[in-house]
């Protein structure tokens, strides 16, 4: 059983910066992929970027590329995603969640996060 825990959400501006963190509980947090996730109101859950256990594969969704970075530290059991250059169409809840391999399908990762809200005003 992994546990995720996301923060540092918040509110900020068009151009402003955040980083979310995903902090784990449980045992063998380095041997999953970790992805981050954003669902809009109203919208359908969005696949946003994602890393493999050992750290040396990652991949974004067009969107963000250039502009986020997903990082993560086995010694902390932690996932980090720096965002930068951030634009109202970001505002979303961000999720994180756990699974074997790095991929964009969310159904693939077994645990989840709760959540933390991100918005970008304009």
């Known amino acids: 059983q992994v546990q995720l825990v996301e923060s540092g959400g918040g509110l900020v501006q068009a151009g402003g910066s955040l980083r979310l963190s995903c902090a784990a509980s449980?045992?063998?947090?380095?041997?999953?992929?970790l992805g981050w996730f954003r669902q809009a109101p109203g919208k359908e859950r969005e696949f946003v970027a994602a890393?493999?256990?050992?750290?040396?594969?990652?991949y974004y969704v067009g969107s963000v590329k250039g502009r986020f970075t997903v990082s993560r530290d086995n010694a902390k059991n932690t996932v980090y995603l720096q965002m930068d250059s951030l634009k109202p169409e970001d505002t979303a809840v961000y999720y994180c969640?756990?699974?074997?391999?790095?991929?964009?399908?969310?159904?693939?990762?077994?645990?989840w996060g709760q959540g933390t809200q991100v918005t970008v005003s304009s």
């Open positions: 969640a756990a699974g074997k391999l790095p991929v964009v399908r969310g159904p693939s990762y077994d645990y």
């Open positions: 449980g045992r063998s947090f380095s041997r999953y992929a």
């Open positions: 890393v493999n256990s050992g750290g040396d594969e990652i």
